[in-house]
């Protein structure tokens, strides 16, 4: 009878919990399903199941750092000793064991992991409470779950340790805790056996109640929507930003101004984040004390729509006339921290859930600039510019090309398309006069090897991607069509360029407006294959000590890191050096998003950069990127080291170790 009891009181008590929990996602449900389309989401589903299996059991972004091996081992821990709380369970309510239940192979696994959770826990307190690491916070959910889980196998312990104790059952090396716990409770009567087991069991079960209530309720609803999150994430580049339909003239507004605006996977975002921080501690707004936190964006997001969307929704359902949406620029967002954003991928290299942050930026930055046409001054001058003549800086469109004028450059109108390659310039090194002499290099390095190119001079427009990153979608798509109509006028079919910037959007981008070329490269791409080939061979030596700068839209963008190292790797006498932030964690130089045009308030993002390329005693700081360039020049003055340190691209160090032709050697 005791049992039937027991039975019947756990099984109304599970439902409930079940309910409750069943209920909360279904809620969240209805707001993502209430969001945005997004029907990118669902294609290539052997990639996406595949995704699962590596980031999602496998932890593989968890574990890109130390500290998640405390999480590798809760989550593990937690999906081994579900086999062994089934057993538990069943066992205290029909005193009846699964054949697994104790066998001593299994009782050693669960004890193993049990140990590794408690450990992972002691860690993970430790880290939060007493460490207290910038990217966490001390908050009392945090330890009210990490207090749950220990509650968990400690109830665990103690009801199975008397169990044995009772039945007398020494489980030995299979299980040294449980044998350890059921040697202290031997000599307590049968009597009090019976009443600790039922005691830790029901503190255990109820435990485990509340814990399913909370989850979805609490930051733990990770749990759920990472998994999703891994599932559904971008398997296109992740320079691709997303297009939006400027044709549709049912659609008369363009962005994020109210949080439904937002796609359902954007909104997925917010419950799938951990507020782990990683993303707030490599964020170079952040370290530089700008108003923005690409963690705290997720979660102001997540709260705004827990807090708004469920008025929302009853009211849409009900059919309201008079109902007007709440901004998200009422409380939630400010414009400050959406412009201090340099779209430089840092927040999304160290996520382990798979967050999106810089398309949500995107999207916020569209509705100020194309729906309430709000910019800063200088964002608008760099949109007037760009407007009237094709570049930032607004200098005529006629100089384009001044930076080859003593040079034997053709342009594809003087050899009527007849060119294989096209040199696409762009405007830093057309017209800022230090990066021209990047431009001048790499044409050099391009007649040494015999390379038929051709560049568009006066023809060449704007990439366009200063206009997309800054939130003007129709000034972008303008561009495009434009660059699009040239190339195809010449027949283009392959592209080099020295800009990252164009690189990534020619590559990415440009095939959602029907332009997808046979071949785009990157400078140093197509330098490292001269090199392979032996077209190209460095011969004077340069005896510097070289480190050098990963540009965020050749490395996190498009996965270019090892071109540029083999390129100075080859030059004889370098001596290359990495600096702390290097590769997919390497620091922004802060030109990215448009920040090289915009007033940066705070710390200087390009003065903290060059402070740790000087950190590392080299003599020069290689770049890949025009805007790069010129960012750690600025930096390197800032912090009075000019003349200790130089700064050069890539190409520029090659271009002074090889035999040039006499026609090129006349150009400094």
């Known amino acids: 009878m005791w049992y039937v ?47 699962f299996v590596k980031y999602v059991l496998g932890q593989r972004k968890v574990i890109a750092e130390p500290s998640g091996l405390a999480h590798f081992f809760i989550f593990w821990g937690f999906l081994v000793l579900v086999f062994g709380d089934l057993d538990f369970i069943v066992y205290h309510l029909t005193h009846w064991h699964f054949p697994w239940g104790m066998a001593p192979a299994y009782l050693f696994i669960e004890e193993m992991f049990s140990l590794l959770v408690i450990t992972a826990l002691i860690i993970a307190a430790i880290r939060r409470y007493a460490i207290q690491p910038m990217r966490i916070d001390q908050g009392f959910e945090g330890g009210l779950i990490l207090s749950f889980i220990a509650l968990i196998v400690l109830t665990y312990w103690v009801a199975t340790g008397a169990d044995m104790a009772k039945e007398g059952v020494h489980p030995g090396w299979a299980a040294p805790v449980l044998n350890w716990v059921s040697t202290v409770f031997a000599h307590v009567s049968p009597a009090g056996l019976t009443a600790i087991s039922e005691v830790a069991f029901w503190i255990h079960v109820l435990t485990i109640m509340v814990f399913l209530m909370v ?14 999150n891994w599932y559904f994430r971008r398997l296109d580049s992740p320079g691709k ?28 975002d917010g419950y799938a984040c951990t ?39 009853a009211k849409m359902a009900a059919g309201a ?3 007007e949406p709440e901004s998200v620029w009422a409380n939630t967002f400010s414009e400050e921290e959406v412009w201090a954003c340099t779209t430089c991928r840092a927040c999304e290299e160290a996520c382990p859930v798979a967050n999106e942050h810089v398309q949500d930026i995107i999207d916020l930055r569209r509705w100020l600039v194309l729906t309430e046409g709000k910019a800063s001054p200088e964002v608008n001058k760099v949109f007037q510019n760009l407007e009237r003549q094709s570049n930032e800086w607004g200098i005529t ?10 040079l034997p450059v053709q342009t594809m109108a003087e050899v009527d398309g007849e060119a294989e390659y096209l040199f696409f310039v762009g405007t830093a090194a057309s017209y800022d006069q230090r990066a021209q002499k990047i431009a001048q290099s790499f044409a050099k390095v391009l007649l040494a090897a015999g390379v038929n190119f051709a560049i568009l001079g006066a023809e060449e427009e704007s990439d366009g991607d200063s206009a997309r990153r800054l939130g003007n979608e129709f000034l972008y798509q303008d561009f495009v ?9 010449y027949g283009v079919k392959k592209i080099i360029t020295t800009d990252p910037h164009a690189f990534n959007t020619f590559k990415n981008e440009y095939p959602d407006f029907g332009y997808e070329a046979e071949e785009v490269w990157h400078s140093t791409q197509f330098v490292a294959k001269l090199l392979q080939e032996g077209k190209v061979k460095p011969t004077k030596p340069l005896d510097e000590v070289i480190t050098y700068h990963d540009s965020c839209y050749l490395g996190r963008y498009n996965d270019i890191y090892d071109a540029p190292r083999y390129i100075l790797e080859s030059i004889p006498g370098v001596k290359l050096v990495e600096m702390e932030r290097s590769r997919n964690k390497s620091m922004c130089c802060g030109a990215g998003g448009g920040g090289m045009f915009k007033e940066e308030t705070g710390t200087r993002i390009n003065v903290m950069r060059a402070k740790q390329a000087i950190d590392t005693g080299a003599s020069i700081v290689g770049t890949a990127c ?37 026609e090129a050697e006349q150009v400094s």
């Open 626 to 662: 025009p805007y790069c360039m010129n960012m750690l020049i600025d930096g390197t003055k800032a912090n009075g080291k000019e003349e200790e340190m130089s700064t050069f691209d890539v190409i520029e160090l090659l271009a002074m170790s090889i035999e040039l032709p006499q």
């Open 481 to 489: 069509q434009r660059n699009i109509e040239v190339f195809n006028t």
């Open 5 to 51: 009891i027991q039975g019947i009181v756990f099984a109304v008590l599970m439902l409930g919990a079940l309910y409750s929990f069943g209920i909360a996602i279904y809620n969240r449900y209805k707001l993502l399903k209430a969001a945005a389309p997004d029907p990118s989401r669902t294609d290539r589903r052997g990639e996406r199941a595949w995704n």
């Open 215 to 228: 989850i979805p309720r609490s930051k733990h609803s990770h749990m759920i929507g990472s998994m999703f």
């Open 397 to 406: 469109r006629k100089e384009r090309a001044a930076w080859a004028k003593d």
């Open 321 to 323: 006339e008079d109902y």
């Open 275 to 313: 507020e782990c921080g990683r993303c707030h501690i490599n964020c170079p707004a952040t370290l530089s004390g700008k108003p923005l936190s690409p963690k705290y964006l997720i979660l102001k997001m997540k709260d705004h729509v827990n807090e708004v969307g469920p008025g929302m929704l």
């Open 241 to 268: 930003l997303r297009k939006l339909d400027l044709e549709d003239e049912s659609i008369e507004e363009f962005g994020v101004g109210k949080v439904f605006d937002f796609t359902w996977k954007q909104l997925l």
